[in-house]
């Protein structure tokens, strides 16, 4: 599986983005799947995920109310809406995969992905 986010850049605090993650190489209907993000000087953090039919949501404190995650399997594509942004949510995002053999594993844990694309920068300028 092979994951490419996309949708990053500069942005107004306040303001809103798209991320999408398009996956290639085999379906990921049956995957669940995860956004990520890494600030300089930090360690990865988990951001939101969504089971692999999108039944239900998982989000960070950080990005409840504000952040939503979706799905379209027919486009083998997840997104993540981001609005109210912060300029602490600057970051690389990046989107991950959890194949089915990963049942049990936490959503939160990066160990809980055996997937990951390339990452997109976001910037929240104040």
């Known amino acids: 599986v092979q994951l490419q986010a996309s949708g990053g850049g500069l942005v107004q605090a306040g303001g809103s983005l798209r991320l999408d993650c398009a996956a290639s190489g085999r379906t990921v209907s049956s995957y669940g799947m995860g956004w990520f993000r890494q600030a300089p000087g930090k360690e990865r953090e988990f951001v939101g995920a969504?089971?692999?039919?999108?039944?239900?949501?998982f989000y960070a404190d950080s990005a409840k109310g504000r952040f939503a995650i979706s799905r379209d399997n027919a486009k083998n594509t997840v997104y993540l809406q981001m609005n109210s942004l912060k300029p602490e949510d600057t970051a690389v995002y990046y989107c991950?995969?959890?194949?089915?053999?990963?049942?049990?594993?936490?959503?939160?844990?990066?160990?809980?992905?055996?997937?990951w694309g390339q990452g997109t920068q976001v910037t929240v300028s104040s």
């Open positions: 991950a995969a959890r194949p089915p053999s990963y049942y049990g594993r936490s959503y939160y844990n990066t160990g809980g992905y055996g997937y």
């Open positions: 969504i089971t692999r039919n999108g039944d239900s949501t």
